[in-house]
């Protein structure tokens, strides 16, 4: 029986980990008599859009190579760095190992496999609609959206309520100038995002009807507008890998992980906290706030330190995972 993501053990989260499941995937590969997909010296073969799925294809058995890279708008890459917002203290995770433990149940509960899974999403043509209570609600073509929006870079740390921690170089724009942009009346209490929903191009959707898809999340209008958040269009300097959640996915640095909602396909501003994907699934245990707290353990497990994705490296969780001077006044003294 395979573990769910939140069993997750954290001694898991390490280099050779990372390894040995890349070896385990060759050797399938192998044994599937696809070896002739790998390089001579054992580089993926870089999965393009001209190789796209059939679409009738069912998910569960199709293996293929995975997409390096989702090309929207590739002229506009690497974006310039924001100095003031890429202070890190800690080196940044190697591309490849981030590229290769995700998190994204549309795809698998299996981190390792999610890269493997992810190039079924077909992400061209891709529309975000920003609906609600705005004044100019909008149907946005997301090469057009990206064009209009000042793109940047900012070195993050991204930590996941599972303990372990990365330290990541989005490429994107605050999702305040989108906000600006659409005009939301003064009832517009909270921002409802959410991923798409499409089991035949998502294995984990096709295999867990029951679960509470779309995956959802929501920020107050505070949090969504602070100058922390950003709609993430690159990483690494390049356009979203489809693993990362391409074309657009939230980046929230001070909350857990999973507030950062990828394949963003809806944008919309409501009156009440709108229901997200897995305090539905799992209530009480992943809340609205997720602020990062190394004080407030998961039913399961301490939150005091976390680990380094790649390296290993213990480290002690830093409240606000160390955003506090952006965001502590948002929360009025208690943390979230
Ligand atoms: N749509 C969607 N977004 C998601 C998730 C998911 O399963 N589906 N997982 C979240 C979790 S738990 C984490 S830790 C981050 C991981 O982002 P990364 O794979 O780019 O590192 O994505 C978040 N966004
Ligand atoms: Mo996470």
Redesign the pocket.
Known sequence: MRRR?WQFPEREATPEAVFMNRRKFMQTLGGLGTAGLLGACGHEKIYTPDDAPPAAATPAVVIKEPQATADTAPSLYPARLNPVFSRLDRSRTKEEV?ARL?????FSEAKDE?WQLAWMLDTKPWTVEVAGLVHKPQLLDIDALIRRMPLEERLYR?R??EAWA?A?PWTGFPLKALIEAVEPLSSAKYVKLL?FFNPEQAPGQWDNPGWSWP?GEGLTMAEATNELTILATGVYGHPLPK???APL?LVVPWK???K????IVRIEFVEEEPPT?WDTLQPGVYDFWANVDPAVPHPAWSQATEEMIGTGEKRPTLLYNGYGEYVAQLYDGGRG
């Not at 995700?102 to 549309?106: I, L």
């Not at 950062?260 to 394949?263: Q, T, V």
């Open positions: 993501g981030a995700n998190n994204f149940y549309e999610v991204l996941c309520v990365m990541v991923s995956y693993q990362h959640g996915r857990y992980g999973y950062s909602i990828k394949s994907f």
